[in-house]
């Protein structure tokens, strides 16, 4: 009996670096239990929307501004989530705050990727605000999604080095690459084992110890 894969709704904005890394890592077989069957930006010019049609994916966008308020316009992206099934939802560089109509049509199903080590450097310019504090260690952290910005719990992080010299630019870019493993490992977990939310903690339950896995 074959089990139906995850569907995974991926929203964009901008480049699609990790949108892509992810449908390449799809198409090497890496996800047993998921798979990418929509993407959507809030930017109809988003580059990510070519890459995504590249691989045979459905891309579709809408532009918020085109919407009374921001419960129509994610309504409209609930209901074209619903058309593909889409059971988890990973923002990939989507630069709009996830307003209530989407955390509460997937509630603790919603994932972000963010270039720092969090509670550190949320929001805009992340690898900036790194340098410019002088932290010698920053790296990428993949979380839910909740009603703050990048405030969820966290799933996942992965650390790089703050070099002497380092620019937003080379800094973004080094931390880029783990992002792109990451992303894809995450979602592999995530579709794949038992996982569980208590309070702020994300517990895979096969890393639990004994005796607080009941
Ligand atoms: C990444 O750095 C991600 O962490 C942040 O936005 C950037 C998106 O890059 N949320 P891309 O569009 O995936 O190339």
């Not at 973004?172 to 792109?180: K, P, Q, V, W």
Request: aromatic share 6%; glycine share 8%; proline share 6%.
């Amino acid at each position: 009996m074959s089990k139906t894969p995850v569907h995974i709704g991926l929203l964009i904005s901008g480049r699609g670096s990790n949108l892509g890394a992810i449908l390449k890592n799809q198409e090497a077989g890496a996800f047993s239990n998921a798979r990418v069957a929509v993407v959507f930006s809030n930017n109809p010019g988003a580059p990510g929307l070519e890459i995504a049609r590249q691989h045979g994916i459905p891309a579709l966008s809408a532009n918020p501004a085109d919407f009374a308020d921001k419960k129509l316009y994610e309504n409209h992206i609930v209901a074209l989530f619903r058309d593909h099934q889409v059971s988890l939802v990973a923002l990939a560089g989507y630069m709009k705050i996830v307003g209530k109509t989407l955390l509460s049509a997937f509630p603790n199903r919603i994932v972000n990727i963010h270039p720092s080590l969090l509670p550190a450097f949320p929001g805009l310019n992340a690898a900036n605000q790194a340098i410019e504090h002088g932290v010698k260690i920053s790296g990428c952290t993949v979380h839910l999604v909740d009603d703050g910005v990048d405030t969820g719990p966290i799933i996942a992080q992965r650390a790089v080095p703050v070099l002497p010299g380092d620019n937003e630019e080379t800094l973004s870019a080094r931390i880029l690459e783990r992002e792109h493993e990451v992303y894809s490992e995450t979602l592999k977990r995530l579709t794949e084992a038992k996982w569980e939310v208590r309070g702020r903690h994300l517990f895979f339950l096969s890393d639990l110890p004994e005796k607080i896995s009941g």
